[in-house]
C-alpha cells in the first residue's frame, strides 16, 4: 500500500503553566492511501494531536510529517493553509458550521477556494448533497434551523466540496445522537468504500468498526494496531468483537 | 458594590485593547478640552495680567501735533476714571514698510526711550552700550527670542523708498504692537535717535491712559473724541485710537479662533465617543449575554450587572478625564511658546483646573447616562434566555450575498456577506468616518482658502486687493493717471476705491469709497448691495446688529464736523477692524467732505505680471517721490537721497504742490528739475500688506490643521482597530473554521478589509460631500464674531476627493494591520476550546 501520509520522529509538546508537555513522542507513522484509519485511545493520550498535526493545521514540535513528498512542517502558515485547502477536508466533533451563512454558502464557502467558476461548485455541492441524503429544501436554510445529523453531513460536504485526497474526522458522531451518528458514519464507509482516504479519531466503538485499521495510542505513542477487512454489514458483529478484545489488549 | 466590581474588572482585563482605545479617545478629548477651555476663558485674563504687570496702556491715541491742544490734558486729568496717562511724542507712520523677521508690517510707533513715559514703556535691557546712541534701537524681547533678532543687527525700515537703518542694541518685554503678524510695530530708540529720526520724519502727540476698569477705556475714548471734536481714526494716516478691548482683540483675536476651532472638534470627538461607547455597551451585552445568564442564575439582580457596567466605564473614563488634565499640564509649556509665535504677548496661560474639571465631569456623567440607558435591556432577559446566548442579533431571514451566484469572487462576496451580518458596527463605523472625514475637510478648506490661497480670507477681511495700489502725488488728477494705465499692456484694469474716514451713530469706522463698487474682486455684499446713490451706505452685518439698524434703515454719518443721513443699501463680511467698516459712494462721501479729491489707484494686472517688474516700468515712466536708487555714480547716491527726501518733505508738511530744485554739490549741479515730474507719491504692494496683516490667522490655521487631521486620523485609527479586534474576537471561530478550510490569514484579513469597504466608502464620502457643501456656513458661523457674514470658503472637489481617498488608503491600511491578528487564531485552538 502507498503511504499517503509519513511522519518521522514526530514530537508535539506543550508548554502548560511553565511546564512542558510532552503530547507526541518521536512517532513514525504511516497512514496509507484508501485506507479508513481510525486513532484511538483514551482521553489525553494525544489523538486529536496527532489528528492536526499530520493534517497541516498544527505544526510538529519536532519530527517532520510527509505528504507525498513535501514535507509540510516545513512549510509557512500560508503554504500550510494552501496545502489543506487543496489536500484536506475536515469534519469536526462541535461541526462547526458557519452561523450566518446558508448551509450552501458554508459549502461554497470552501469550495470557491480552489475555482472561480461558481456554476461548477454549485453542482458539485447539488451532487454532493444528494450523495449524503440532504434535501434540497435545506440548502438556503441556516445552521440553526437544522439537526445534529443534518449539520454534521453538510459538514462532511464542506470537507468533500474540493475533492480532498484525505478525510480527518474528530469524533464526527460525538455530538450527534445515535441514527444521525449512524447516518454520519454511512456516509463515511461509502466514501471509503469509492477509495476515499479517511483518518478518523473517535472514542467510540462503532466509528471505529468502520474502520479498516485501527491504531491505538498510549501516552503519545504508537501502542498497537489493528487491521481489518473492509467494512459491511454482514461481518459487523465479528468485527465489533475483534475490536472489542484488541481494546482490551491495550488497556482500553 | 464589590461583587459589581469584580464583574467590572473581569469584563476590563478581557477587553483590555477595547477599554484601552477608549481610555485613549477619551484622554483625547479631556486634553483638547482641557486646553480649549483654558484658552477660552484664559486668554483674555492673561492678556489682562500681562497689562498690569507691564503697566501697558489701556487707551492709546495719536494725533497730529497741529490739532492738539494742552486743554486736552486737564480734559484728561479730570477724568475720575483715568489712574494714570502720559503724554509725549511718537513717530507714527500707517504705511511705512519695514522687514520683521520675515513679514512685512507697515505700521510703526516710534517712542522715545528717554522721554520718561511710565505706561507701555518697560524696562530696556540695553546688551550694547557702545552702540551710537543716534543709530541705536530697542526692539521687542519677541524680536529675539522668535525672530532671530540679535544685538549688532541692523534693523531696516523704508521711508518712502528710502531706508533708514538702525542698530539693534536692546530689548524689552511687550505685550501690544511686538508680534511680525499683528497690526504694526512699537519700539523705543535712544533720545538722540529719536530726535534725529523726528527731524526727517516729524512726529505727532501720543496719549496714553491706564484705567482703574480697563474696560472703561472705550467710553473714555469716545468722550474725548467728542470734547475734541477731532477727526480722529482707528487706524489712519494720522491718527490712531486704540482701547482695551481692540487692543485685546488684535492681540488674542488668532489664538480665539484657535481655541474655538479646538473646541468644535472636542465637540466631534464627544459625539464620535458617545457611537463608540454606545456600540461597546450594546456589543457588550451581546458578548456577554451568556456571562450574564450565569450571574443572574447565580442570583445576581439586573441592577448589579448593570452598576458593573457603569463601573467599568467609570473605571475607563474617570481616570481619562483626570489623566487627560494632567497630561495637558506640561503642554501648556508648548502652547505658551504656540500662542506667543501668533500673538506675541508673553503668555503664562495654565490649565484651568475648575473648569476642565467641571467639564470632564460632565462629559463623564454623560458617557456614563449613555451606558445606563443602553444598559436598560439587561432588565429584560430572563436568565434562561440569556444562558441560551440571548436573541439572536443576526438575523436569518435573508441570505445576503450568497456565493452561488453574482458578481465578485468569493472574498468579496464573503466580506459584503460579514457586513450584513454586523451591520451595527459597520454603521458606526460609517459615522464615525463621516464624522472624521467631515472635520478633516472644513479643516483642509480653512487650510486651502486662508493658508495655500488666501482669497477667501482676504475677502472675509472686507478689504479690496489689488495688485498695487498707487497713491498720486496732489498736483496728479488721479482718474487721468488711472484712465491712462489701464490702456497698458501690462493692466488689466483700474478702480479707484479710496479710503475715508467717518463714523456713524458716534462710532469711528474705516471707510471707502468708489464711483463703481462693481470692479472690485475681493469685496462683496452677502446681503443687499453696494451703494449706487449718494445718500446710501453699505456696512457690515455685524456693525449693523451692534447698533441695531437694518437694510433700508438710516444712519447718521459724521466727519469733519458735517453729518449727513444716509440709508444702509447692503451688508458685507469684513472680518477686520472689528467689522467697524463702512462703504459709500464717491458723491456720497462729497456730501461730507466736499473738497475731498480721491489720490488712490488700484491696479489690477495681466496675467504673469510680476510687482517688481510693474514698479521699475512705473518708476520710470510716471517718476516716483523719494525713489532711492544709486543712479551708478556712487559718489552722489548719498547726496540724491538727501534731497530728494528734502523735497518729499517739503511736499509733505507744507501742502506744496510742486518744487522746482537744483542740488549742487562741490560747485556741480548734480540733481535738478521739478517736483511735478513726480506723479507717483507712493506705490504699495496691497496684496503683500493684507498677508502679513492676516498672517495671524494663517498661522492659527495652520496650527490647528495639523492638531485637528493627526487627532482624526490617530481617532479612526483607534476606534478602527478596535472594532476591527472585537470582530475577530467575536468570529473568531468562525476565522478558525475558514482557516482549517484553507483561508490564509491575507485572504482573511482583505475579507475583514473588504467587509469595512462599503460603510468607510459611504462615511467617507458622505463626509466629503457634506464638507464641502456646508464647509461655507459651518466657518462662516465659526467667524462670525469677528464680523463674518459669507466666508467664501470652499474646497476644490478635487481636493475632497484626495483627501477622502488617502482617509480610505489609511483607512484600509490600519484595518489590515488590525486584522493580521487573525494570524494568532490557530485551527488547534478552535478545536481544543
Redesign the interface.
Request: no cysteine; aromatic share 12%; glycine share 8%.
Given at each position: 500500500m502507498k503511504a499517503i501520509i509519513k511522519t518521522e520522529k514526530l514530537c508535539k509538546s506543550f508548554s502548560v503553566g511553565g511546564k512542558q508537555l510532552h503530547i507526541i513522542k518521536n512517532m513514525d507513522l504511516k497512514i496509507n492511501e484508501g485506507d479508513f484509519t481510525v486513532i484511538m485511545g483514551s482521553s489525553g493520550s494525544g489523538k486529536s494531536t496527532l489528528l492536526y498535526a499530520i493534517s497541516g493545521m498544527d505544526r510538529p514540535t519536532l519530527g517532520s510529517v510527509w505528504f507525498g513528498e513535501t514535507d509540510i512542517s516545513k512549510l509557512t502558515n500560508d503554504e500550510m493553509a494552501v496545502f489543506r485547502r487543496e489536500n484536506c477536508g475536515f469534519v469536526f466533533q462541535q461541526i462547526h458550521l458557519m452561523d450566518n451563512m446558508s448551509v450552501m454558502d458554508n459549502v461554497m464557502t470552501s469550495g470557491l477556494l480552489l475555482t472561480n467558476n461558481k456554476k461548477k461548485i454549485y453542482e458539485r455541492a447539488i451532487w454532493l448533497f444528494t450523495h449524503v441524503k440532504l434535501s434540497k429544501d435545506l440548502l438556503d436554510k441556516f445552521p440553526s434551523q437544522l439537526s445534529g445529523g443534518e449539520a454534521q453531513r453538510v459538514g462532511i460536504v464542506r470537507a468533500l466540496i474540493n475533492n480532498p485526497k484525505l478525510i480527518f474526522a474528530d469524533e464526527p458522531t460525538g455530538a450527534l445522537n445515535s441514527a444521525s451518528g449512524k447516518a454520519v458514519l454511512d456516509v463515511l464507509t461509502e466514501l471509503y468504500t469509492s477509495g476515499q482516504s479517511v483518518v478518523v479519531v473517535t472514542h467510540d466503538i462503532k466509528t471505529a468498526a468502520r474502520g479498516n485499521r485501527i491504531i491505538y495510542l498510549r501516552d503519545g505513542a504508537l501502542s498497537g494496531e489493528l487491521n481489518l477487512p473492509a467494512y459491511s454489514d454482514d461481518n459487523k458483529a465479528a468485527r465489533m468483537e475483534e475490536i472489542q478484545k484488541f481494546l482490551e489488549r491495550m488497556g482500553w | 458594590m464589590k461583587k459589581a466590581f469584580h464583574i467590572a474588572k473581569a469584563n476590563l482585563k478581557k477587553h483590555k485593547s477595547a477599554a484601552l482605545s477608549l481610555f485613549l479617545i477619551l484622554l483625547t478629548v479631556s486634553v483638547l478640552s482641557t486646553i480649549g477651555i483654558s484658552i477660552v476663558f484664559g486668554v483674555r485674563k492673561d492678556y489682562e495680567a500681562n497689562i498690569d504687570r507691564l503697566n501697558g496702556l489701556h487707551s492709546a491715541i495719536i494725533m497730529s501735533k497741529d490739532v492738539y491742544l494742552t486743554e486736552y490734558e486737564d480734559f484728561i486729568k479730570s477724568d475720575s476714571r483715568v489712574i494714570e496717562y502720559n503724554i509725549g511724542e511718537v513717530i507714527y507712520y500707517y504705511l511705512f514698510p519695514f522687514n520683521y523677521g520675515g513679514d512685512v508690517l507697515h505700521q510703526i510707533m516710534i517712542l522715545d526711550a528717554d522721554a520718561g513715559f511710565t505706561i507701555s514703556a518697560p524696562p530696556i535691557d540695553i546688551r550694547d552700550s557702545n552702540i551710537p546712541r543716534d543709530r541705536a534701537v530697542y526692539l521687542p524681547l519677541y524680536a529675539e527670542q522668535n525672530l532671530g533678532f540679535k544685538t549688532g543687527d541692523i534693523f531696516t525700515m523704508t521711508h518712502r523708498n528710502r531706508p533708514i537703518e538702525l542698530i539693534v542694541a536692546g530689548f524689552f518685554e511687550a505685550t501690544e504692537y511686538s508680534a511680525p503678524n499683528g497690526i504694526g510695530l512699537k519700539i523705543f530708540v535712544p533720545g538722540e535717535c529719536f530726535h534725529e529720526l523726528k527731524n526727517q520724519l516729524g512726529s505727532s502727540v501720543w496719549i496714553t491712559a491706564r484705567f482703574q476698569n480697563p474696560y472703561d477705556s472705550t467710553v473714555f475714548n469716545k468722550d474725548f473724541r467728542a470734547y475734541s471734536d477731532v477727526d480722529l481714526f482707528a487706524i489712519g494716516e494720522d491718527s490712531l485710537v486704540m482701547d482695551f478691548s481692540g487692543g485685546a482683540e488684535n492681540s488674542i483675536m488668532p489664538v480665539m479662533i484657535i481655541s474655538s476651532i479646538l473646541l468644535v472638534f472636542v465637540i466631534i470627538i464627544i459625539l464620535i465617543s458617545l457611537i463608540v461607547i454606545r456600540f461597546r455597551v450594546t456589543n457588550g451585552i451581546d458578548e456577554s449575554m451568556h456571562t450574564i445568564g450565569v450571574l443572574k442564575a447565580s442570583g445576581y439582580k439586573s441592577g448589579q450587572i448593570i452598576a458593573s457596567y457603569l463601573l467599568e466605564y467609570s473605571i475607563i473614563s474617570l481616570p481619562a478625564a483626570l489623566f487627560g488634565i494632567l497630561l495637558a499640564l506640561p503642554l501648556f509649556s508648548v502652547i505658551r511658546q504656540i500662542l506667543a509665535s501668533i500673538s506675541a504677548t508673553t503668555w503664562t496661560l495654565t490649565a484651568n483646573f475648575p473648569l476642565a474639571l467641571i467639564f470632564s465631569i460632565f462629559i463623564s456623567a454623560s458617557l456614563l447616562l449613555l451606558v445606563l440607558l443602553s444598559c436598560r435591556r439587561i432588565h429584560k432577559i430572563p436568565p434562561v434566555e440569556a444562558l441560551r446566548g440571548g436573541i439572536?442579533t443576526?438575523s436569518?431571514r435573508r441570505?445576503y450575498f450568497?456565493?452561488?451566484?453574482g458578481l465578485g469572487?468569493?472574498h468579496i462576496r464573503?466580506g459584503f456577506?460579514?457586513m450584513m451580518?454586523y451591520a451595527k458596527q459597520y454603521l458606526m463605523i460609517g459615522a464615525v468616518l463621516m464624522a472624521s472625514t467631515y472635520a478633516i475637510i472644513i479643516i483642509a478648506a480653512l487650510y486651502q482658502n486662508f493658508v495655500i490661497n488666501n482669497t477667501a480670507l482676504i475677502q472675509m477681511t472686507g478689504i479690496e486687493i489689488a495688485d498695487i495700489d498707487i497713491i498720486v502725488t496732489r498736483h496728479t488728477d488721479a482718474d487721468a493717471l488711472a484712465l491712462e494705465m489701464e490702456k497698458l499692456d501690462e493692466v488689466k484694469k483700474t478702480a479707484m476705491l479710496a479710503p475715508v474716514h467717518f463714523s456713524i451713530e458716534g462710532t469711528d469706522m474705516t471707510g471707502w469709497c468708489s464711483d463703481d463698487f462693481s470692479l472690485m474682486e475681493t469685496i462683496r455684499t452677502h446681503e443687499g448691495r453696494f451703494p449706487r446713490y449718494d445718500n446710501e451706505i453699505a456696512v457690515t452685518k455685524l456693525f449693523a446688529d451692534q447698533i441695531g439698524k437694518e437694510i433700508g434703515d438710516s444712519v447718521k454719518v459724521k466727519t469733519k464736523g458735517i453729518t449727513q443721513e444716509y440709508i444702509i443699501s447692503g451688508f458685507f463680511s469684513a472680518a477686520s477692524d472689528g467689522g467697524r467698516i463702512g462703504m459709500m459712494t464717491l458723491e456720497g462721501y462729497r456730501r461730507l467732505d466736499p473738497n475731498y479729491q480721491r489720490d488712490n489707484i488700484k491696479i489690477y494686472f495681466n496675467e504673469g505680471i510680476r510687482f517688481d517688474d510693474f514698479y521699475g516700468f512705473i518708476k520710470a515712466n510716471y517718476g516716483v517721490v523719494n525713489v532711492y536708487q544709486d543712479d551708478g555714480d556712487g559718489r552722489f547716491s548719498a547726496a540724491k537721497a538727501r534731497a530728494e527726501e528734502k523735497i518729499s518733505n517739503y511736499l509733505e508738511f507744507y501742502g506744496i504742490d510742486s518744487v522746482e530744485y537744483a542740488v549742487i554739490y562741490n560747485s556741480e549741479i548734480i540733481l535738478s528739475g521739478s517736483s511735478r515730474t513726480y506723479q507717483i507719491e507712493q506705490i504699495v504692494d496691497i496684496a503683500e500688506f493684507i498677508s502679513t496683516q492676516i498672517s495671524g490667522y494663517a498661522d492659527a490655521v495652520s496650527i490647528i490643521t495639523m492638531v485637528v487631521s493627526v487627532i482624526s486620523l490617530g481617532i479612526i485609527a483607534l476606534i478602527l482597530t478596535m472594532v476591527v479586534r472585537q470582530i475577530v474576537r467575536k468570529r473568531r471561530?468562525?476565522l478558525?473554521?475558514?482557516?482549517?478550510?484553507?483561508?490564509?490569514?491575507?485572504q482573511l484579513a482583505r475579507q475583514i478589509a473588504i467587509s469595512f469597504m462599503p460603510c468607510v466608502l459611504f462615511g467617507i464620502t458622505l463626509g466629503c460631500i457634506t464638507g464641502t457643501y456646508t464647509v461655507n456656513p459651518a466657518v462662516t458661523a465659526m467667524f462670525a464674531s469677528t464680523g463674518t457674514y459669507n466666508a467664501n470658503v470652499y474646497i476644490y472637489p478635487l481636493a475632497a476627493v484626495i483627501i477622502g481617498f488617502l482617509i480610505l488608503l489609511f483607512t484600509y491600511m490600519v484595518i489590515n494591520l488590525s486584522a493580521k491578528g487573525i494570524?494568532h487564531i490557530?485551527?488547534?485552538e478552535?478545536?481544543?476550546e
Open positions: - | 439572536a443576526n436569518f441570505n450568497p456565493l452561488k451566484k469572487n468569493v464573503l456577506k460579514n451580518a471561530y468562525e478558525g473554521v475558514m482557516k482549517a478550510g484553507g483561508y490564509t490569514t491575507k494570524k490557530t485551527v488547534y478552535l478545536i481544543s
